[in-house]
T-cell receptor, first 113, second 114 residues
């Protein structure tokens, strides 16, 4: 069975701090895909990244970076120099088959000015 | 503007009164899906559709029906809503299978069943 665990329910930081959101997944498949989505206070869901199981290279996009480690079944998300606009709920998700998608419970990040 | 549109955005109803939440996308996407979001559970997939007239169950399909008669529309039907279906619902579409790229989500429909 698939499972995505985001152990951090809520995180609060002060602006300009770095913050890491943890994501641990379980799967028996060798081929799978991992995702991060952002849900700002306005409620919509915004795609951030997709990573397949064969690509363990870390990814950096501006202040955002992702660390994928198959050895620990983790796909962690780091925001460098956080800003108030980063305040949101962040979801990690896992897909094994073509059309399934299983989300973690989400981590609510609050960035205070 | 590329978008996924859901209606209604907010609805309060009573147990057993049939309702439909509509979903329409203007991106010519073949794949569409429905999710419900509940506190502490994240999003859970209800149904998905790979193309017109092709649908399949997700993780929590009980109590829901869907149809895909046109490519752009994918309504979610609650034949006899119950209070445990009180939730925030999202429709999503994508150009390919769910695992191949970005899901485009609607703005969400908050449903309360009394």
């Amino acid at each position: 069975a698939q499972k995505v665990t985001q152990a951090q329910t809520e995180i609060s930081v002060v602006e300009k701090e770095d913050v890491t959101l943890d994501c641990v997944y379980e799967t028996r498949d060798t081929t799978y895909y991992l995702f991060w989505y952002k849900q700002p206070p306005s409620g919509e869901l915004v795609f951030l990244i997709r990573r397949n199981s064969f690509d363990e290279q870390n990814e950096i996009s501006g202040r955002y970076s992702w660390n994928f480690q198959k050895s620990t079944s983790s796909f962690n998300f780091t925001i460098t120099a956080s800003q108030v606009v980063d305040s949101a709920v962040y979801f990690c998700a896992l897909s094994e088959g073509r059309n399934d998608m299983r989300f973690g419970a989400g981590t609510r990040l609050t960035v205070k000015p | 503007e590329a978008q996924v549109t859901q209606n209604p955005r907010y609805l309060i109803t009573v147990t057993g009164k049939k309702l439909t939440v509509t979903c329409s996308q203007n991106m010519n996407h073949e794949y569409m899906s429905w999710y419900r979001q509940d506190p502490g559970l994240g999003l859970r997939q209800i149904y998905y559709s790979m193309n017109v007239e092709v649908t399949d169950k997700g993780d929590v399909p009980e109590g829901y029906k869907v149809s895909r008669k046109e490519k752009r529309n994918f309504p979610l039907i609650l034949e006899s809503p119950s209070p445990n279906q009180t939730s925030l619902y999202f429709c999503a579409s994508s150009s390919g299978p769910t695992n191949t790229g970005e899901l485009f989500f609607g703005e969400g429909s908050r449903l309360t069943v009394l």
